[in-house]
């Protein structure tokens, strides 16, 4: 062992476990953490995607899109740029599935960042319906903003806000809530050691103890009857994991436990986790949340129409809205988000300027090669794929204008070509 755990965590799993498990447990903290990757199903079949990576390995039992990895430096992937893929740790994909989102429904996601969870449902949707992933951190919620434009969701609100303000406004209306709690991360010993040992304490789990219930009397107030809401933690705390579960539903008598687990690194092939599913079994008095109305001048409708022409083959964007020449496909039936604070509402599509259309990033990574009319479609091994990720100017054979930069025909980002030179657009915060 590289480390020492805290003494007081040793006695204290001592005594949540059984003598006979005590050697298996604390052998794990000897070997490396379980790495995982999950597969985007906006971007193509599992089947297809799967065929890429060759870095994956056996699929992770509870995700049908989860897989192991032995795999160094993930992020430096050009999938990964294209959005292939997420990295995600194994167990940590255990608890979205438990929620059965489906497309057309309104989710959220209420401590969301980095957003793999959240990500996870969106993926589910399939572009459907609307979810809402919230962080109240704002150099969090960035980093969870670009994780929801490399993955090509469409239909994903991104807000920061703490749970009792969003409480406030969205009383009985969402089908699925996701609570992921800030937690003591016991379970993340082994995976972040330094960082958690500098931050564990029993008086800090107890501070996340009163902090989760609190979130969680948020999350209540935000279902609707017959919904569902899961609570996952990172930690072996009872006081923050069955403990919190019990005082729940003492609490919230209307509120059914469907399924309760604690997964332990020596049982499974994953990090420490925890996780409870509830359904709720009363009718809710529904606050009437009031929708977005969409608009979009008719001049920069017919701008943005002229684009759409000659960039796609098919019509690509509904739910047309302008914001300050700024223009977005809403997700369906989204609410008025005035007076909460928005990172992203839908896909921004991009913008007008001196009467032109000027597509944004977040346009392509929802796009599809098939999609499109212009491609420069590169091959993994074609050294003007880094160069594009450089944000260098690359040579291709395609028409002038606008293009989608492709590597094995997944969308890394936009280019613009002049006669067999395609000037970068990618962002340039996403350049390497």
């Known amino acids: 062992m590289a480390y020492k755990l805290p003494e007081q965590f040793i006695k204290n799993m001592q005594k949540q476990l059984p003598e006979s498990e005590w050697e298996a447990f604390f052998a794990t903290y000897e070997n490396k953490p379980y790495k995982g990757a999950r597969l985007n199903p906006l971007k193509g079949t599992k089947e297809e995607l799967r065929a890429l990576l060759p870095f994956l390995g056996e699929s992770v039992p509870w995700e049908e899109n989860g897989f192991y990895t032995d795999a160094e430096k993930l992020g430096a992937n050009p999938f990964h740029a294209a959005g292939v893929f997420y990295s995600q740790e194994p167990s940590a994909m255990s608890v979205a599935p438990l929620l059965r989102v489906k497309a057309g429904e309104r989710v959220l996601d209420l401590c969301s960042a980095p957003g793999g969870k959240g990500t996870q449902m969106a993926c589910q ?10 962080e109240p951190v704002e150099s969090r919620a960035k980093i969870l903003s670009q994780n929801v434009e490399r993955l090509g969701i469409k239909n994903a609100v991104v807000t920061c806000e703490t749970p009792e303000k969003l409480a406030e406004k969205f009383e009985g209306y969402f089908d699925k809530i996701l609570v992921d709690a800030p937690c003591s991360g016991e379970g993340m010993f082994r995976k972040n050691a330094e960082e958690a040992f500098a931050e564990w304490s029993e008086e800090n789990v107890a501070l996340c103890a ?79 949340v009031k929708e977005s109305k969409p608009f979009v001048s008719k001049a920069n409708e017919r701008i943005y129409a002229d684009f759409e022409k000659g960039f796609f083959h098919t019509p690509f964007a509904k739910n047309l809205h302008e914001a300050n020449g700024v223009l977005y496909a809403l997700p369906d039936n989204v609410f008025d988000w005035k007076g ?64 989608i930069v492709c590597v094995e025909g997944y969308p890394l980002g936009l280019g613009k070509a002049v006669n067999g030179v395609v000037k970068n657009h990618l962002p340039k915060g996403l350049r390497r």
Not at 237 to 262: C, G, N, S
Not at 340 to 351: D, F, K, N, S, Y
Not at 378 to 390: H, I, M
């Open 125 to 134: 949707m399939q572009g459907e319906g609307c979810i809402v992933l919230n």
């Open 210 to 288: 009163r902090r989760q219930k609190n979130i969680l009397a948020a999350a209540t107030k935000m279902l609707k009857g017959g919904g569902l809401l899961a609570y996952s933690t990172c930690t072996f705390a009872t006081a923050e994991d069955e403990e919190q579960v019990a005082a729940y539903l003492r609490e919230y008598p209307f509120m059914k436990l469907v399924k309760a687990e604690k997964l332990y690194p020596h049982k499974i092939k994953g990090e420490g986790h925890f996780l409870a599913v509830f359904s709720r079994e009363d009718t809710t008095d529904v606050r009437l």
């Open 340 to 403: 909460v604070q928005v990172l992203r509402v839908g896909l921004r599509l991009g913008e007008v300027k001196n009467g032109r259309f000027e597509p944004n990033h977040s346009l392509a990574m929802a796009a599809r090669k098939a999609d499109c009319k212009r491609v420069v479609d590169l091959s993994q091994t074609d050294g003007r794929v880094e160069k594009y990720l450089r944000g260098e100017t690359i040579e291709a054979d395609v028409e002038n204008g606008w293009c």
